[in-house]
Nanobody
Framework: QVQLVESGGGAVQAGGSLTLSCAPS????????MGWYRQAPGMQRELVAT???????NYGDSVKGRFTISRDNAKTTMYLQMNSLKPEDSAVYYC???????????????WGQGTQVTVSS
């Protein structure tokens, strides 16, 4: 069984900062691209940022220059440093990872349970 455990969400005032973490656990052979997505009430899930195993990053337009994604390949943990938070950043943030459980198996997507981020004005 593979799980992605997120932590670090919470409530903060506009202009503040939060750091999210995502730690995969279980039987894992390899992890490819990892990413953060978010979903606000009544809205579709949207890309926040992704990072490849080589460290190549991609950001959604609304968070460029304010959020930084990183990962510790040795521990497979991923982070999202969120600065200059705005009320419109309020959403449930989901961790995603492409994981291969066995050497000869295919990569498949796994999702975390989500962590709430609330930014007040």
């Amino acid at each position: 069984q593979v799980q992605l455990v997120e932590s670090g969400g919470g409530a903060v005032q506009a202009g503040g900062s939060l750091t999210l973490s995502c730690a995969p656990s279980g039987s894992i052979n390899s992890i490819n691209t990892m990413g953060w997505y978010r979903q606000a009430p009544g809205m579709q899930r949207e890309l926040v940022a992704t990072i490849t195993r080589a460290g190549v990053t991609n950001y959604g337009d609304s968070v460029k220059g304010r959020f930084t994604i990183s990962r510790d390949n040795a521990k497979t943990t991923m982070y999202l440093q969120m600065n200059s938070l705005k009320p419109e950043d309020s959403a449930v943030y989901y961790c995603n990872a492409e994981i291969r459980r066995l050497y000869f198996s295919n990569y498949r997507d796994y999702w975390g349970q989500g962590t709430q981020v609330t930014v007040s004005s």
